[in-house]
């Protein structure tokens, strides 16, 4: 089929792997969505768009941004062309996420309690100590069937030759599948029929295996466990998320101030009175969760669930300390954790990455510093990031004397290109940078992943930086049956 | 059910049910102010509703569509359309769990329309019989919605409770506000088309005109306005409801919080429904209206303490 107006003059870059293009051939996993969006006239996908964006925010699916007093709702961009995974691709990347999550449990069991990975010296421990999301106030403490991850959003990127590495491991508190769930109801919506043509693997059981791992961990006899959702609150921007899910799940949503511990056990105020919680799913962070352990100025979290928590009547999901794995200097021992409890070759690669706290590291990576990405180790969403082949030397100077003030705090990458997938951009197909994050599942019963994930794209042009809160947007993310 | 959340509902519930209100009486006090200039003047409503002083109420008084601003998107004032349209939806966005999805998306899209530019330009160009027939539009759809896709359970209860509270203080003090005009003497002779706009606001001028059938007498609006059960915007028809809807908490769990609750829900209905029109102009009208909606927020308050606190 020729190229149609759409995907006409869809410029191919150079040493970068582009998902749908292999040189000037359209892939095949690409060719059936290819040639419908060809058939569609381009001022039509105009309209599919509004019409995408109208039921984003009809539907509340926004964030709200607070400017002189007033909210108004934003919504996360969503580019209307599908990503798409074969089963193969998929099927590796199922495995190899499995993989990565049992060592980094394993991992986090091990820190928690005999360390014999770093009497063994395979992570140095000075490394551990030094890491501010390592928290002594879990050591020793033991947590349901020793599962520490219950919910990780490991983000991939695909190099120039489309092998996938991992980006980094999110163990904490990862966001975005309720976009991996929404986008996919956004896609049925303006392309009617795309989805069975297609025979894209659904991703709605998401909510249920959540709720049965939530279930399974309920620490007490109890018939019906109660399990919530422990939100920030409205003014939170992963707010439509928390919702979502507590809906989808039918479980509670609750805030800090419904919650009050009395005598080690939590409990939420009813308008019958109080009522024990069994199991929280927060998306509380760890330092604002107890303001009698961790920071004693937030409001977010409740007084004592520290103590309710260690005295295992509740069950906390993530685990608290999880930090500890996904620093972004430990990332670098990932796969020597791999081969030290699994005594398995690593199937996902991590991206070479150098500790600056190494002086012939640090020094290899402040000569080339253009062609390096420096990163904070415990930063996210894109913030205190440096490009160093777009900074400007000030900049440059800048962030060096930061580096000098406490290496341990920056790691460095090479800068690593990310795929290419085309976007609808201003009527026309541009290819644009993207990631995934698929959701994996950990429960008592074993990892599950739903295939599928969240795309997120670069839709700057050029730009290598995919959070949101960057200009970063997101796509529907098809994983094929077949 | 969370505290919070029931709170919430309570909240959310009130305010839908005032901007009903507040929509139903504008669009009928519009209609009149194009009836007859001479006689028609805002300031009760703005008295009801509004918060500013004499002197600004008097600089608004006579120009409908610097009302209708006022009252429909004015951010500083508390009453105004879209302050309450934003509350409700803030309320039931942090409860999003405990209501339909259908019910949400319909308080979403209001929210959108009050914040709309399309609406500013109406109110400031169209014709504001149109505007507010669709605002008025989205309030029945919200009740419509809340009808057919609510569960029946406590959170409706919550919601119910909210209405009807709202409702017997809104009744109460719009007609307390037309009485005071007349300085409560009920002898004192005025234009039919008063009373007819003050029943029309309401939506209780047929009801009037089948039930009554002899002109407008003040001692009959009083009548239908306070005591008669079939007309749906009457304090004891309000209260009533409020009664039927408040046994159905009955709970084993908090039986305190329940029946101090219930004894000032009972006192305060059993006072309008044995009153009569001839026993209150005896108290004194504006005493006996004032004395209904102390009660309704002192029921409020001890909601507050036994079913919302959470702090």
């Known amino acids: 089929m020729k190229a149609t107006e759409l995907f006409q003059k869809y410029p191919l870059i150079g040493n970068t792997w582009d998902e749908m293009y292999d040189e000037e051939k359209v892939r095949l996993h690409y060719q059936n969505v290819y040639d419908s969006l060809s058939s569609i006239p381009p001022d039509e996908l105009g309209k599919k768009e509004e019409l995408a964006k109208s039921l984003f925010m009809s539907q509340g699916i926004t964030f709200t941004v607070y400017s002189s007093g007033e909210g108004i709702e934003k919504i996360f961009p969503f580019d209307i062309i599908p990503r798409i995974i074969t089963a193969a691709e998929w099927d590796f990347i199922d495995r190899g996420i499995k993989q990565r999550l049992t060592a980094l449990n394993l991992f986090l069991k091990d820190v928690y309690h005999q360390q014999f990975i770093l009497k063994d010296g395979i992570v140095p421990i000075d490394l551990i100590y030094s890491c501010p999301h390592y928290l002594r106030e879990m050591q020793g403490v ?74 399974a961990l309920s620490p007490g006899q109890v018939s019906a466990p109660n399990v919530v959702l422990l939100t920030p609150g409205i003014y939170n921007s992963a707010y439509f998320e928390h919702t979502t899910l507590a809906r989808l799940m039918g479980i509670e949503l609750v805030e800090g101030r419904d919650l009050v511990v009395e005598n080690q056990k939590v409990y939420m105020k009813t308008t019958s009175g109080l009522q024990q919680v069994d199991v929280i799913y927060r998306r509380v962070d760890d330092e604002y969760l107890d303001p009698l352990v961790f920071n004693p100025e937030s409001v977010l979290g409740v007084s004592g669930i520290m103590s309710a928590y260690r005295k295992g009547n509740v069950a906390i999901v993530n685990a608290i300390g999880n930090g500890v794995a996904d620093d972004k200097a430990i990332y670098v021992y990932v796969p020597d954790m791999i081969r030290y409890y699994l005594n398995e070759e690593p199937l996902l690669k991590n991206v070479p990455t150098y500790q600056l706290s190494k002086m012939d590291e640090r020094e290899h990576v402040l000569k080339n510093i253009t062609k390096m990405v420096v990163k904070k180790t415990n930063g996210s969403g894109g913030y205190g990031m440096l490009m160093g082949h777009s900074a400007t030397d000030r900049e440059i100077n800048d962030y060096q004397l930061e580096i000098l003030k406490d290496p341990r705090q920056f790691i460095a990458q090479p800068v690593i290109s990310l795929s290419n997938a085309p976007c609808y951009v201003n009527g026309k197909a541009q290819p644009r940078r993207i ?6 599942l950990c429960g008592p019963g074993g990892i599950e992943i739903v295939p599928g994930g969240l795309t997120r794209v670069a839709l700057k042009e050029g730009s290598l930086v995919v959070n949101s809160s960057q200009g970063g947007g997101s796509k529907d993310t098809w994983v094929l049956a077949q | 059910m969370l505290s919070r959340v029931a709170d919430s509902l309570y909240w959310m519930s009130r305010y839908m049910e005032r901007t009903d209100s507040i929509l139903r009486m504008l669009k009928i006090n519009y209609a009149s102010s194009q009836d007859n200039q ?32 006022y009252m429909v998107l004015d951010r500083e004032n508390q009453n105004s359309v879209y302050n309450m349209v934003t509350l409700a939806r803030e309320n039931a966005r942090g409860v999003q769990d405990n209501i339909t999805v259908e019910l949400w998306k319909c308080l979403n899209e209001f929210y959108h329309i009050v914040r709309g530019d399309r609406l500013i330009y109406a109110i400031q160009h169209g014709d504001p019989i149109t505007v507010l027939d669709t605002l008025i539009k989205e309030c029945t759809l919200y009740f419509g919605v809340t009808d057919i896709t609510m569960f029946r359970g406590e959170g409706l209860c919550f919601m119910r409770v909210g209405k009807y509270m709202e409702r017997a203080i809104q009744s109460a003090e719009i007609l307390d506000i037309k009485l005071s005009d007349l300085s409560y003497d009920l002898d004192k002779p005025t234009d039919t088309a008063y009373w007819k706009y003050l029943l029309m606001s309401i939506s209780g001028y047929s009801l009037y005109l089948k039930r009554y059938q002899s002109g407008f007498e003040a001692r009959n609006i009083i009548d239908q306005v306070l005591f008669n059960v079939d007309f749906p915007r009457s304090v004891l028809y309000s209260l009533n409801q409020l009664h039927r809807y408040f046994e159905r908490l009955r709970s084993d769990k908090n039986i305190e ?31 006996y209206l004032n004395e209904i909606t102390t009660d309704i927020d002192d029921i409020g308050s001890s909601l507050n303490q036994y079913y919302f606190a959470y702090s």
């Open chain 1, 435 to 440: 990631d995934l994050r698929p959701f994996a």
């Open chain 1, 142 to 215: 033991n947590v349901p069937h020793d599962i520490y991850v219950h919910i990780a959003g490991i983000d991939l990127i695909r190099d120039h030759d489309g092998t996938f590495y991992v980006l980094e491991d999110n163990l904490r508190t990862p966001s975005g599948v309720s976009y991996m769930i929404e986008n996919r109801e956004i896609t049925k919506r303006i392309f009617p029929d795309l989805i069975p043509q297609n025979h894209v693997r659904p991703v709605t059981q998401y909510p249920n295996i959540l709720y049965k791992n939530l279930l």
């Open chain 2, 257 to 287: 919080g329940f029946s101090k609750v219930q004894f000032s829900i009972g006192k305060l209905r059993s006072k309008v429904q044995y009153s009569n029109v001839q026993s209150v102009s005896n108290i004194g009208l504006h005493h």
């Open chain 2, 38 to 69: 001479d006689e028609f003047s805002w300031r009760p409503v703005l008295r009801i509703f509004g918060s500013l002083e004499e002197n600004e109420i008097s600089k608004l008084d006579e120009n409908s569509r610097s009302v209708l601003q």
